[in-house]
């Protein structure tokens, strides 16, 4: 099961499978600190019992009935300051895929994926380790629910508890490191015009007022950008436009 990928050029040809891992952004860290991964070599578990998310959330997912695994990538080739652009470029290529089973995702600021009126059904975690100010590794997170029908949460849902279908983890797997890759490329590239792009295109409650929260103050907004750095830029009611770091501004129902 997930053996090497033939139709990539890089990446998906080193693949590690694990039946049951506590988490696969661990378990490539350590490998690539024993040197036995490198850029485009990939962690991949039947079943992640401790699964890391934003804000070091936990992500829980049914054994079998989903995919979580890593990417090892090397993007030495940007400078740190730019390391939002990974991040939009991987959250871009996993919607390219889900879009063709549900056309409606979208990404919620800074990597949740999820089907408005349905819930969440995946999420992104990258890693970095930098050697003073020189990128080394960066090691990428994803789960995504795919044929999971039991959350224990409102907040969350499936490909299956959408469409009602069920779909081959091994194929999807294969599809979505190809996406992944092209998506990486492009990066490569310095397309960073249309990744942005690509990436506010799809952002959750974009150009649309909304409530959110930040300093004990809840408000209405309106996302109107993303910073060079990766910050939510959202226009207040008074016209003014601030800021917003990962941990300084939440989602408010």
Same mark, same amino acid.
């Given at each position: 099961?997930?053996?090497?990928?033939?139709?990539?050029?890089?990446?998906?040809? *080193?693949?590690?499978?694990?039946?049951?891992?506590?988490?696969? !952004? $661990?378990?490539? +860290?350590?490998?690539?600190?024993?040197?036995?991964? /490198?850029?485009?070599?990939?962690?991949?578990?039947?079943?992640?019992?401790?699964?890391?998310?934003?804000?070091?959330?936990?992500? @829980?997912?049914?054994?079998?009935?989903?995919?979580?695994?890593? +990417?090892?990538?090397?993007? $030495? &080739?940007? $400078?740190?300051?730019?390391?939002? @652009?990974?991040?939009?470029?991987?959250?871009?290529?996993?919607?390219?895929?889900?879009? $063709?089973?549900?056309?409606?995702?979208?990404?919620?600021?800074?990597? *949740? +994926?999820?089907?408005?009126?349905?819930?969440?059904?995946?999420?992104?975690?990258?890693?970095? #380790?930098?050697?003073?100010?020189?990128?080394? @590794? /960066?090691?990428?997170?994803?789960?995504?629910?795919? !044929?999971?029908? *039991?959350?224990?949460?409102?907040?969350? /849902?499936?490909?299956?508890?959408? #469409?009602?279908?069920? &779909?081959?983890?091994?194929?999807?797997?294969?599809?979505?490191? #190809?996406?992944?890759?092209?998506?990486?490329?492009?990066?490569?590239?310095?397309?960073? !015009?249309?990744?942005?792009?690509?990436?506010?295109?799809?952002?959750?409650?974009? *150009?649309?007022?909304?409530?959110?929260?930040? !300093?004990?103050?809840?408000?209405?907004?309106?996302?109107?950008?993303?910073?060079?750095?990766?910050?939510?830029?959202?226009?207040?009611?008074?016209?003014?436009?601030?800021? @917003?770091?990962?941990?300084?501004?939440?989602?408010?129902?």
């Amino acid at each position: 099961m997930y053996k090497i990928l033939a139709n990539t050029i890089f990446l998906g040809k *080193d693949v590690h499978f694990l039946p049951e891992c506590h988490s696969t !952004n $661990d378990i490539a +860290l350590k490998l690539v600190r024993q040197r036995q991964a /490198a850029e485009g070599s990939v962690v991949i578990c039947g079943h992640q019992t401790q699964g890391k998310g934003q804000r070091g959330n936990l992500w @829980y997912s049914q054994a079998g009935k989903n995919l979580t695994f890593s +990417l090892v990538l090397r993007p $030495d &080739f940007m $400078d740190i300051s730019e390391q939002f @652009y990974l991040n939009m470029a991987v959250s871009n290529s996993i919607r390219r895929l889900m879009q $063709d089973y549900i056309p409606q995702l979208e990404v919620k600021w800074p990597n *949740d +994926l999820i089907v408005p009126g349905f819930g969440k059904i995946g999420g992104i975690l990258i890693e970095n #380790t930098f050697s003073g100010k020189e990128w080394e @590794y /960066a090691i990428v997170g994803i789960g995504l629910n795919i !044929n999971q029908l *039991d959350f224990g949460s409102t907040t969350a /849902a499936s490909i299956r508890s959408i #469409t009602g279908s069920h &779909f081959e983890l091994e194929e999807l797997f294969r599809l979505l490191i #190809t996406q992944l890759e092209q998506g990486y490329i492009q990066l490569k590239k310095g397309k960073w !015009n249309e990744i942005k792009s690509e990436y506010l295109m799809h952002l959750y409650r974009m *150009d649309s007022w909304a409530n959110y929260s930040a !300093n004990g103050e809840q408000f209405l907004g309106k996302i109107v950008g993303i910073s060079a750095e990766g910050k939510l830029e959202v226009e207040l009611e008074e016209g003014e436009t601030v800021r @917003y770091g990962l941990k300084e501004i939440t989602f408010v129902p």
